[in-house]
């Protein structure tokens, strides 16, 4: 299927990375000199970046058509194709990065991928949490440095940690369960947001301390273009909906999340010293992807409906919510 799309979501996401990369380089030297170290990734996040977490951690399976496209099999992927963190991957000349819970076939050589589909920030103690994800990693971190301090063999030493690029995409599972339980706008932006972004800044925080140097935080993406969203009951009709389709309450509150948290890596940035922190507005680059769809050269928007292909898959998060929503519903509810 669209060729032109994938082309489209690809140099986006290199167009990100080089400036990732670029921003987390330590000086002008290291840019030039470019990769005599070996790219070192850790991602935390949910559907949109997980890469077999929830299949290994729950032993689900995840038949095709997830998988189909890409890797003609089923790879624990909430997706048909490749994800943003797999376009990441391939940029960096890296293999995909393994699922901190895959016990078999792992390679953490190049980082790990502690994203599990469904995870959000809140209640930050239960399974797959993004403050559990770092514990995960503090675990895996110490670990490590424990296995070598031994005189072992470890996938990652303290200078892969130190130089590693720190990926974070999470907030759409709560921002779409605060809308399920029927939170008002209002309350969502003023009292669930800025909960979920102290997570979120917290967890930048511990990394930091912990010695991480370089993040890439993603902003979330437009939650009222989302299928499952479209599909729910809703009291006000079509006035909601706008000239692509999408509800407009939700997508202020993607927004309005994605404001915040550009202004907490603004502020982070300032008081970590040493540290970068490259905001990314991942909202603008998907609903360009469906606001114009066709200058991709295909309907992405209807082919993640009906019949997803390679590049919808930037929209395979929006299954996830359908699956895994439940999970993280359940979560708020008990809150
Ligand atoms: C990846 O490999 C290709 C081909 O070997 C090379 O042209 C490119 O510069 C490499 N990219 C990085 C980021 O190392
Ligand atoms: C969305 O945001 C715009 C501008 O920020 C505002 O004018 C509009 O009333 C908001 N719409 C809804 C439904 O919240
Ligand atoms: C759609 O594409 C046009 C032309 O490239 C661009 O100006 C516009 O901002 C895009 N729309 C969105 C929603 O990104």
Redesign the pocket.
Known sequence: MAAASARALAAAVSALLAAAVLLASPSPVAAEEGCTQRPVVFAFGDSNTDTGGTAAALGSYLPLPEGRTHFRRSTGRLCDGRLVIDYLCESLNMSYLSPYMEALGSDFGDGANFAIAGSGTLPRDRPFALHVQVQQFTHFKQRSLQLIAHGEKAPVDAEGFRNALYLIDIGQNDLSAAFSIGLT?DHVVHHRIPSMLYEIQDAIVTLFYDGAKNFWVHGTGPLGCLPQKLAELRNDADG?LDDSGCL??LN?AS?ELNNQLSSVCHKLTSQLKGATIVYTDVLSIKYDLIANHSGYGESIVEQSIDQPGDTACILCFLFLVLLTGPLMFQGLRSR
Do not use: A, I, M, V
């Open positions: 706008y909601d407009r309450t202020n927004h």
